[in-house]
């Protein structure tokens, strides 16, 4: 199998390229990858994989068949799915400019040069309410929205960099029943926030594309504002998340680290 | 830049071939290639060079250059040895049976089949007394092994599963001035030990072969013994520790799990 190994804000993803929909990924497989001293190590899985084979429907030449890296199908990956469009161009699967990636949550239509920040069209949050979720004994609350995948994005004084979130948040089952992605964030400035995630199935991690345009949602509703350009910094760098009336748009940098076969090709 | 990627008992590195004594792996650039969500990912690197290159004066073909996944050089490492060995016979480098291998710490003897485990004489360890070690606000205090690197290795009743192991272990920095690999073990049946360690450059990994050594000879004199056979339980695996009144002898599991190029080719 080949792989290209690549991230977005040091969220990070093996890249399978998968032209004929051959490749069986199972959720033991893709576990086996991604393990980090065992396997190639990433936060998920990207299967790159012709629409048409995976969903006719969709308007768009290319599929992307996320998985988190416990093997588990995921709808869509904020930064997964700009590290898949570096990938698209940097083969020459896609042209530079606006085009379509189709996804689990539908065709997202992203835009990037041949260097420089990839942004995609995230769609338009939906808020569905307030809920909770628990860190360390403490219990937050925080704005319930939804990117296709459910957030909670919770904003507090206490510093996000003091948080122990190596265990999964408790969260309100009723609300959440298949789980919740939960971001904790800072004001850091005029529009500026700075956030921790803890991911359902992957469990922290670096970065979370679709949790900073949750952070941006929560960020801006606390600033008794609904449009606006958030800088959404993470321990693995800054994502620029753009609200308007009818959509959201997450940019930042994409990065292609290493290619290869798994297993090796001596 | 080529690369393969392997692991014995999950303590995991990225070999780099360099039959022309040709790639400068400066501090920064190990760094980068080890991190696990920028970078490839892995415990350190392994170039492979000639030895007529490095040390001429070594009796082997291929010397082993080690650096930590902070960049740092190293001496030695057990695991990342026999990793270095099944690599050179899976890429026909070298013939399966028994060979040297060069490294900062003279040549050590392996030997390996085509598949199955690895073994390396790691060479007589020196027991150079007492010293002490610090976690988690309690002291620790264990037996002073050199195995070409520093180790510190401590049997204890504490389970060693509870321990918080994430903050590099206080130590005497009169006995430890360049730093300390710390090894903590709880005897676990006969002529079994559980073990966890801190390595030196590396923080917590899931396996250390030269503290496997170090942990068989302080559970050996805890047992009343000088040789002997003892199986290492560590987070990756389990190891096999050969004492005898000459040498010791560290077997194991040594994987290749991919190859490939760092950047990509795409």
Redesign the interface.
């Known amino acids: 199998m080949r792989?290209?190994?690549g991230?977005g804000t040091?969220?990070?993803f093996v890249i399978v390229p998968d032209p004929d929909g051959s490749i069986d990924l199972t959720p033991g497989g893709v576990a086996a990858l991604c393990d980090?001293?065992?396997?190639?190590?990433a936060?998920g899985v990207l299967r790159v994989v012709p629409a048409k084979l995976m969903d006719p429907e969709q308007d768009a030449e290319w599929f992307m068949d996320y998985r988190n890296s416990d093997g588990g199908v995921a709808e869509m990956c904020g930064n997964g799915i700009r590290v898949f469009a570096r990938y698209l161009v940097?083969?020459g699967l896609a042209e530079a400019g606006e085009f379509g990636i189709a996804t689990r949550a539908g065709v997202k239509r992203v835009h990037l040069g041949d260097a420089g920040d990839v942004t995609v069209d995230m769609g338009r949050p939906a808020v569905l309410g307030e809920s909770w979720a628990e860190v360390g004994g403490r219990r937050y609350h925080g704005l319930n929205v939804s990117l296709g995948n459910p957030h909670l994005a919770c904003v507090t004084d206490v510093p996000v960099g003091e948080l122990d979130l190596t265990r999964q948040p408790g969260h309100d089952h009723a609300t959440y029943p298949e789980g919740v992605n939960v971001e904790l964030l800072n004001i850091a400035g005029d529009h500026a926030v700075t956030m921790r995630v803890h991911e359902r199935g992957s469990g922290e991690t670096?970065s979370c594309g679709t949790g900073a345009v949750a952070t941006a949602v929560a960020a801006a509703r606390n600033a008794g504002e609904t449009t606006g350009v958030w800088a959404v910094h993470v321990p693995?760098g800054t994502l620029t998340v753009t609200l308007d009336e009818e959509t959201s748009y997450l940019s930042g940098p994409a990065?292609?680290?290493?290619?290869?076969?798994?297993?090796?090709?001596?």
């Not at 980090?36 to 190590?41: D, E, N, S, T, V």
């Not at 292609?256 to 090709?265: E, F, H, R």
């Open positions: 792989f290209v190994k991230h040091e969220n990070d980090r001293r065992a396997g190639l190590g936060d940097a083969t670096r693995g990065v292609l680290v290493a290619s290869g076969d798994y297993p090796p090709v001596l």
